[in-house]
């Protein structure tokens, strides 16, 4: 029983000194790294003052940039190693969006200022640890060889301490030794810690950063839908649609050339024809839904002008300065707005519609109100939570206001950066 708790405390204690011995080797590692980092700074100003000299410096910028980053990269994964943490990969070539996406890229910048940090932290933390692992070595092999310094100039301990026999060696140097070991044990864990948490930090994006970054990957994504719905329906129109539309010409003409005999040959012509014709009947409606002709035609002003003007109730229309949109917003916008005539015309009784859209902090406020009865039910089918799936689609937001006796008003906020 006392050996097995014997190897237990013996393994333990081994490996509470191989977690020493990792922030030990981290920190001294660190020092002369942070030492190199230094020249960081002269290298970055040197290479972008050489873009007086014939332009040199839009070539040695960004790659001189793509250096820092896989420089900064590889103490990254040290201090995520360190720490046991899991991190993802970075894009590893910020040269290929030339200088001035280089100048705009906040993973730049914050390669730029983990520098700071890293100089600022690795430097000290380094020399500490180095001290105290330096001076636990040098006494352990110095005290016993205390009679080969000479006596002008004797070995001293504790800084003060001059030693001149085996006592004073063995008892100042294994209180140096304790002492410093004790604080090794202490002090080496917690720099290491600070020293790789500070340089996760400065090169881990801060949380405005990651607002940013999610809102420009939401607008690349909303471009690339609203690229895909325009292809879509060009080649529907263009495509599909002109081949249905010869089709059912070319169904027409052999039914006129038939004799009036041919009866049931004339019969599957005719149900051909007509199929063929609820085709581009349906298609038509699928465009429509999908991404209406008329915003690729007249933007998303003039789709909701000619919207207001054929509505079934007097609608009047505001629309702000807007600037460019995502072609998913516009077309949600538009059915969005189609949608609240329609219920306007349908289920409220109004005589009056008001719409507004602006722009407004990041997003496009779409607004219609009703002078109609009011109390509106979203579980009668009054076309409400088709809306609400559209915004949820683009992760905005939908409030409804409609007490019994009206008004009916409908605020709608889609999330866009231009």
């Known amino acids: 029983m006392r050996s097995a708790v014997g190897a237990i405390r013996l393994g333990v204690v081994r490996e509470r000194f191989r977690e020493i011995w990792r922030n030990v080797r981290y920190l001294i590692v660190g020092l002369p790294t942070a030492m190199v980092t230094m020249l960081v700074p002269p290298i970055l100003a040197a290479a972008a003052l050489s873009t007086a000299f014939g332009g040199l410096g839009f070539v040695l910028f960004p790659r001189a940039m793509a250096g820092l980053r896989r420089w900064a990269e590889w103490h990254r994964r040290r201090a995520a190693a360190l720490l046991g943490r899991e991190i993802a990969a970075r894009r590893m070539r910020p040269q290929e969006k030339g200088i001035r996406g280089v100048l705009n890229d906040r993973e730049a910048r914050r390669d730029v200022r983990w520098v700071f940090w890293n100089v600022v932290t690795g430097i000290p933390a380094g020399m500490a640890a180095l001290a105290c692992v330096g001076t636990v070595v040098f006494t352990t092999v110095a005290a016993p060889l205390w009679w080969v310094f000479p006596q002008e100039a004797p070995l001293r301990l504790l800084g003060v301490v001059p030693v001149t026999g085996w006592g004073g060696a063995l008892a100042i140097g294994g209180v140096q030794v304790a002492v410093f070991a004790a604080l090794a044990y202490w002090a080496v864990p917690r720099l290491a810690a600070f020293h790789a948490t500070r340089c996760l930090a400065a090169l881990e994006p801060s949380a405005e ?19 895909e719905l325009r292809r879509i329906e060009r080649d529907l129109h263009d495509g599909t649609q002109a081949r249905l539309v010869a089709i059912a010409m070319r169904l027409g003409v052999a039914r006129e050339a038939l004799p009036d005999d041919t009866g049931e040959l004339a019969d599957l012509l005719r149900e051909a024809h007509e199929g063929a014709e609820e085709a581009m009947t349906e298609l038509r409606d699928v465009i429509r839904t999908m991404y209406p002709p008329i915003l690729a035609d007249r933007g998303l002003s003039g789709a909701l002008a000619a919207l207001t003007a054929r ?17 998913a917003v516009e ?58 799936r559209r915004v949820a689609a683009l992760d905005g ?22």
């Open 397 to 418: 937001t939908l409030n409804v206001s409609s007490p019994v006796g009206g008004p009916t008003a409908l605020s709608v906020e889609l999330p866009c950066e231009s």
């Open 331 to 388: 077309a949600a916008a538009y059915f969005i707005v189609a949608e609240s005539l329609t219920n306007a015309a349908k289920h409220s009784a109004a005589t009056q519609v008001r719409v507004r859209i602006t722009r407004a902090q990041g997003g496009l406020l779409v607004e219609v109100e009703d002078n109609g009865i009011g109390g509106m039910d979203e579980t009668r089918g009054t076309g409400v939570m088709g809306i609400r």
């Open 209 to 227: 950063d990651r607002l940013a970054e999610v809102t420009e990957s939401r607008a690349g994504v909303l471009d690339a839908h609203g690229a």
């Open 311 to 327: 509505a079934g109730v007097p609608a009047g229309i505001e629309v702000g300065e807007l600037g460019r949109l995502p072609a």
